[in-house]
C-alpha cells in the first residue's frame, strides 16, 4: 500500500465547477500536510498547507481529518488555468521535511 | 528573486556515461533534497543533505551519488545511467532549524535527463 493514496483521475469538468480531491495518508506520524500543484513537465509548487482547522485561499479549501487520515482540496468556480495535476504531500518531519508525494489526480477544466 | 536553480534544463547523455546535475540556490536554506520522477509517477526522494550531512534513502541505488561543496550548490552525480534512470531530476530546498520544520519546499525547474 502506498503511504499516500490519491484518486489519480483525471477528472473532466466545465469551468465554473467545484470539484473535490481527496487523499489519505498511512502513516499517523505525519506532521505536516500540503497540495502542491504540477503543471506538465513543470516541478511541483506549493499550492497551500492544510491545517486540521481547514483553511481557504480564495477559490480553494483543504480540510485535514487526523482521525481518519484523510484530506481534502476543494476548488471552487473552475478556470481553464486550473488544469493541472494535484499532488496530495505528507511531510514525515523527522527533524528535516522529509515530504512523501502522492502521485497526484490530475484536472482537466473545459471551456 | 530567491531560487532554486537547476541547470541544465534538459540533458542527453549516452548509456552508461556519467553525467552531473547541478542545483544552487539563493535561498540560504539548510536543507537540499534530490528528488527522482519518472512519467506519471510521484516525485521520489533520493536523498538530501542538512547542512553537510548526507542522508541516503534506502532504496537510492549506488549509481546515484551527491556533493555539496557550500551551502548554496548541490550536484547529483549519475555515475553510469541506465535507460532506467531516463526522468525529471528536481532539486528542492528547505529551512530546518532543530527539531520539526514545517516551512514548505522550494522547487527548481528541474532537469529532464534523457539516456540515449
Known amino acids: 500500500r502506498k503511504e499516500v493514496e490519491q484518486d489519480p483521475g483525471p477528472f473532466n469538468v466545465p469551468e465554473g465547477a467545484t470539484v473535490a480531491f481527496n487523499c489519505t495518508y498511512s502513516?499517523?506520524?505525519?506532521?505536516?500536510f500540503f497540495w502542491y500543484r504540477q503543471d506538465c513537465r513543470k516541478e511541483p509548487k506549493l499550492l497551500m498547507s492544510?491545517?486540521?482547522s481547514g483553511n481557504e485561499d480564495g477559490r480553494f479549501t483543504a480540510q485535514l481529518n487526523r482521525a481518519s487520515q484523510y484530506i481534502s482540496l476543494l476548488i471552487r468556480d473552475s478556470k481553464l488555468s486550473d488544469s493541472a495535476t494535484y499532488l496530495c504531500?505528507?511531510?514525515?518531519?523527522?527533524?528535516?521535511?522529509?515530504?512523501?508525494f502522492g502521485t497526484g489526480t490530475r484536472l482537466l477544466v473545459s471551456p | 528573486d530567491a531560487m532554486v536553480i537547476q541547470n541544465p534544463r534538459y540533458q542527453v547523455t549516452q548509456f552508461g556515461k556519467p553525467v552531473t546535475l547541478s542545483c544552487s540556490q539563493t535561498l540560504n536554506h539548510n536543507v537540499m533534497y534530490w528528488y527522482q520522477q519518472k512519467s506519471s509517477q510521484a516525485p521520489k526522494l533520493l536523498f538530501h543533505y542538512y547542512d553537510k550531512d548526507f542522508n541516503n534513502e534506502a532504496d537510492t541505488p549506488d549509481n546515484f551519488q551527491s556533493r555539496r561543496p557550500n551551502t548554496s550548490f548541490c550536484f547529483l552525480d549519475i555515475r553510469s545511467p541506465g535507460l532506467g534512470d531516463a526522468a525529471m531530476y528536481l532539486c528542492?530546498?528547505?529551512?530546518?532549524?532543530?527539531?520539526?520544520?514545517?516551512?514548505?519546499?522550494?522547487f527548481g525547474d528541474g532537469t529532464r535527463l534523457s539516456i540515449l
Open positions: 528542492a530546498t528547505s529551512r530546518a532549524v532543530g527539531g520539526a520544520s514545517n516551512q514548505p519546499q522550494h
Open positions: 504531500v505528507v511531510n514525515r518531519d523527522t527533524g528535516f521535511q522529509k515530504l512523501v
Open positions: 492544510v491545517y486540521s
Open positions: 502513516n499517523s506520524a505525519s506532521q505536516s
